[in-house]
């Protein structure tokens, strides 16, 4: 980017904060970057509470822990354990598929199980409550293998303990209980929601998973698939790339998964982690306990996808390298037609991001495969390992932001006049009333797959009509001034 | 390979194709999911009256409640008001979920901040949470006035608000006289219509507390009450009004809020309840509220004032409207106006029309206590018979009153009340004894798909469909809507039963 350009962005970083209180200005401005090619990070500060007032976008541990790492696991019951408000507004939101399940009798994804605490329950505690619960779950959903309790604000509040009740309880039924301490009021963001749901996986899950049964007959070609929590169903056209190249995808973390899949983690090969930002920790505590390699991928757009077949290639024998080789070859033709029929109409089209764990890097190439730019991006609730990452992404000049409030998202859209903006459902609306087109990218607005080849076609579709539909050309009357 | 360039199969069909259906195969071994006997079995089972007796025996697990909790109807209420930040004292998660939950269902934007308290402000309370935010949210997004509502961390730790808000005005976070209303609304207590009923209190003890009422206007105010399709109804009680030639004070007027142009230009405000007008409704002839149970407090207060009050049940059909009219009428001394008699005659001439469709199905309904009240009052009129009617949310009066509405026509008979419980239990309950339609929200599509019954979507939230909020279903007017709304779901549904052989798939109905 062009150095007056570059000054311009600068500027209009700095009117936006001019607008904040001066403590609340000098606070964001630590979070608000112009990039700077070959730094080594986005510079900008992350991971820090968000700033009372601005309207965050941000949601919380529970959010984090049930609504992203546990919630999406079919055959375990999920307890949204408090209040009932928590579960109500997460019930079946994040769009995570389900193959053959029976919701209710081996599958509870969709459905909204809470203790909903009423005020005796806040006075004289929860715990017998919850005792009850997991007793009246095992008689009407007795084909479950196992249940979770997600914590609400109040469980940590009023001394509550809830591991007491599931050690008893689990002794007593028989399967996994697992007390999920993610009150919402727990870190500053969805993300420690992440660590505590993987920190509890590892514990009541995983290090206690029994040893492979008799039949089990170990390949050298057994991987998980981690941290894909199959919106859209992203996890199963991943995994058809993967057995297509070789390989034996053992377990689905979480998307589609089961207690058993994560049981059978220990027996892994390798690890393949999609969304970093929410299991890398349960990656790195395999790695270091069961010596378990682990390798990021990325899905989005063909150049990233073939990027990746490649690199988890070359950590296996020549069969498995020809079988990466195989599977771009045999989607080549595929992708040249949708780069012929959608590149056209996209090409130049600048795009606006503002997303959760990984996608405001991982899907930028893809934005590029169809000639799209992404003029700005940042995250809700990463760490610095994202932006440093990001940095592999982005180009000179690309406004980063970190946690940004709706304040700032809403001026930076009218100043940019990006061709699409790309973020969630609170965005979304107030964005298209602006004459931008929009799609929402955590939960690929009612869409999707978009990972993998045949995610890629659905991408590039969406795109298109997204940006392109005759409305974004109507917003103005016809009889009004410029 | 399934995917071409020419048919692009999104998630609707993509996993349909063999290569997709084989993967999902070739999963299952490491599932080790339950045996395909155990699964018929079960799934069986839970159709059964022996399942539907412990399923209704449950007195600790909810499953699939149809209520939210009471910071959202509180936010709800808030935005109702001319250019009112909502705004939160608790976690910030609260507010990214009731923000989500509005805008799924207006497809609209939906504002409201946080006071983000995290494990410190658990400790030491949320004071400098609460100061920073008012003083970050005025300055920033220059409300009128800024309405807080509590979530549960603020409520478990007891916060004083009071003290806080003092505080804040003393430090200089926000003008001595900036209007800001307090409710208190744990979540733990009661639901969303309570929320929404502690909030409208909030304004009117805000602006009303020690004065009392002077010179009576021709005004009317109504509160509507948590409404989804507050946009269509409020414009609607609008228009009814304006027939009458009788001034209307909306309180809390949520109907610009959740409708914004599209036009370029994104509002974060748009229309609502002033406060001149609420200061000025403690004079009004009469305060009606169109939902009962969306306001028993408002109207406590309001009572309390010597103002007459009323209060309806979500009023649709012939008779409710009819109340409602009669009521406007006798607070304001004004006759039934002609045209909205004319209307009245429109909706008797609908339902004659359809009658003989309409007579003699069965329905269940879920949702609001008022909601459910007003829905059955319509459709026994139509000659429809309920059959299960549902409230989470709903108490031992609604049920009184149920029992009431159902005992005054023979088609009420086979009705049964069930206060306090959830949709997993209407599972059972429709799966043992069914009803020919299911009336209710967008929750109502996981009882569809499993048990064949057509759901119709006549409540909040209704997330899969869009725009139902832009049309009323209050008055002659919205009734006929309703009516319109449920005799297509009969007749898509007889087409589709008699599409088959041809018998019966007839070109007039």
């Known amino acids: ?137 095992e008689a009407i959903f007795p084909l479950n293998k196992g249940i979770s309790v997600m914590s609400e604000c109040p469980v ?59 039949t089990w007959v170990s390949t050298p070609y057994d991987v998980l698939i981690v941290g894909d929590y199959n919106i859209g169903g992203d996890a199963w056209s991943s995994r058809i790339l993967l057995e297509e190249m070789g390989l034996r995808v053992i377990g689905q973390w979480s998307g589609d998964g089961s207690v058993g899949e994560i049981e059978n983690g220990p027996r892994a090969k390798l690890n393949l982690i999609h969304c970093y930002r929410s299991m890398n920790y349960i990656c790195r505590h395999m790695e270091e306990k069961y010596g378990i390699p682990w390798i990021e991928y990325n899905f989005f757009g063909p150049s990233q996808i073939a990027k990746s077949l490649r690199a988890i290639a070359a950590l296996f024998d020549e069969t498995i390298q020809a079988g990466a080789e195989r599977v771009i070859a045999k989607y080549k033709p595929l992708v040249d037609g949708i780069l012929a029929k959608y590149k056209p109409r996209l090409e130049g089209k600048k795009i606006m991001l503002y997303v959760g764990g990984l996608r405001p890097r991982h899907v930028s190439d893809a934005y590029g495969d ?80 978009y990972h993998g080849y045949d995610g890629f076609a659905i991408f590039a579709r969406d795109m298109d009509l997204a940006v392109n539909n005759p409305v974004w050309k109507m917003h103005k009357a016809p009889w009004g001034k410029e | 390979m399934p995917q071409t360039v020419e048919k692009i199969l999104d998630h609707s069909q993509l996993f349909n194709e063999p290569e997709y259906q084989e993967l999902f195969e070739r999963k299952k071994q490491f599932e080790c999911g339950s045996s395909l006997e155990e699964i018929a079995k079960q799934s069986a089972y839970i159709n059964t009256w022996e399942y539907r007796e412990k399923n209704l025996a449950r007195e600790a697990l909810t499953v699939n409640p149809a209520k939210a909790c009471q910071p959202l109807g509180a936010l709800f209420a808030s935005v109702g008001f001319e250019k009112t930040l909502a705004f939160n004292h608790g976690s910030q998660g609260c507010t990214a979920y009731f923000r989500s939950h509005l805008a799924r269902h207006f497809k609209e934007p939906c504002a409201a901040v946080s006071t983000s308290m995290t494990e410190d402000a658990a400790v030491f309370g949320g004071m400098n949470n609460l100061i920073e935010g008012l003083q970050n949210a005025y300055t920033v997004y220059k409300p009128k006035m800024i309405a807080i509502s509590t979530t549960c961390i603020a409520e478990v730790i007891g916060d004083d608000l009071t003290a806080y808000v003092q505080n804040a005005r003393l430090k200089g976070a926000i003008p001595q006289d900036f209007p800001i209303v307090k409710a208190n609304t744990p979540s733990f207590v009661g639901s969303h219509v309570n929320g929404y009923d502690v909030l409208v209190k909030g304004v009117l003890v805000n602006f009303w507390d020690g004065k009392t009422r002077g010179e009576v206007t021709e005004k009317i105010n109504i509160i509507p009450g948590f409404d989804g399709f507050a946009v269509g109804n409020n414009r609607e009680l609008k228009r009814i009004f304006g027939e009458f030639g009788v001034d209307l004070t909306i309180i809390s007027d949520v109907s610009d809020q959740f409708d914004t142009p599209t ?125 299960h009617l549902l409230a989470t949310n709903g108490g031992k009066e609604w049920e009184a009153e149920m029992k009431a509405l159902l005992a005054t026509s023979p088609y009420g008979a086979k009705a049964q009340v069930w206060a306090g419980k959830d949709l997993w239990a209407m599972r059972s309950l429709l799966a043992t004894e ?31 469909r869009h725009h139902h909020h832009r049309f009323p279903t209050w008055g002659y007017q919205g009734s006929l809507r309703v009516l319109v709304t449920v005799l297509d779901k009969i007749l898509d549904v007889l087409d589709a039963q008699t599409s088959k052989t041809g018998i019966s798939f007839d070109l007039v109905r």
């Open chain 2, 434 to 464: 069914p009803s020919d339609f299911l009336i209710g929200s967008s929750y109502g599509k996981y009882l569809e798909r499993d048990l064949g019954i057509p759901l119709i979507r006549l409540t909040f939230p209704i997330f899969d």
């Open chain 1, 156 to 214: 940590g509040l009023i001394g509550d303990d809830i591991e007491a009740v599931a050690k008893k309880k689990t002794k007593e039924i028989g399967k996994v209980i697992a007390p999920v301490r993610c009150e919402g009021f727990r870190g500053v963001s969805q993300s420690l929601g992440h660590h505590i749901a993987n920190d509890v996986m590892r514990d009541y899950i995983v290090d206690k998973a029994p040893p492979a049964p008799e």
């Open chain 2, 263 to 387: 036009d370029g230009e994104y509002r974060m405000f748009d229309g609502g309840t002033t406060i001149e007008q609420v200061e000025e409704a403690i004079n009004a002839k009469g305060t009606i509220s169109m939902q009962k149970y969306c306001s028993d407090k408002a109207l406590d207060f309001i009572s309390a004032t010597g103002q007459p009050t009323a209060s309806f049940h979500y009023p649709m059909g012939l008779k409710a409207t009819d109340d409602l009219l009669m009521k406007i009428s006798e607070l304001t001394g004004k006759p039934i106006p002609a045209s909205l008699e004319k209307e009245r005659g429109r909706l008797v001439d609908a339902m004659a029309d359809s009658s003989n469709w309409l007579h003699g199905k069965s329905y269940s309904i879920f949702g609001d206590p008022d909601f459910v009240y007003g829905m059955t009052q319509f459709l026994l009129e139509t000659g429809g018979e309920p059959v």
């Open chain 1, 1 to 137: 980017m062009d150095a007056e350009s570059k000054a311009a962005r600068k500027q209009l970083v700095a009117d936006v904060l001019s607008e904040y209180p001066e403590k609340t200005a000098k606070k964001r401005a630590k979070h608000i970057n112009v990039y700077e090619e070959g730094a080594s990070d986005c510079g900008v500060k992350s991971n820090i509470k968000s700033i009372p007032g601005v309207m965050t976008v941000r949601g919380c541990a529970y959010a984090g822990a049930k609504g992203v790492v546990w919630g999406p696991i079919k055959d375990m019951v999920h307890i949204s354990h408090g209040p009932v408000g928590c579960g109500q507004y997460s019930w079946a939101q994040r769009r995570n598929y389900v193959s053959d399940g029976v919701t209710g009798v081996t599958s509870w994804v969709t459905m909204q199980v809470t203790s909903d605490f009423q005020e005796k329950d806040i006075v004289f505690g929860g715990d017998k409550k919850l005792a009850k619960v997991v007793d009246e779950i």
């Open chain 1, 370 to 449: 169809i000639g799209m730019d992404v003029t700005a991006t940042g995250y809700e609730f990463a760490h610095s390992d994202d932006y440093q990452r990001t940095t592999e992404y982005i180009k000179d000049g690309t406004l980063v932001y970190d946690d940004a409030s709706e304040f700032e998202l809403e001026h930076f859209v009218k100043a940019l006049r990006p061709d699409l903006v790309g973020s969630g459902i609170k965005e979304k609306y107030g964005t298209q009333k602006m004459g931008v087109p929009f799609r929402q990218m955590h939960s690929w607005d009612y869409s999707g797959p």
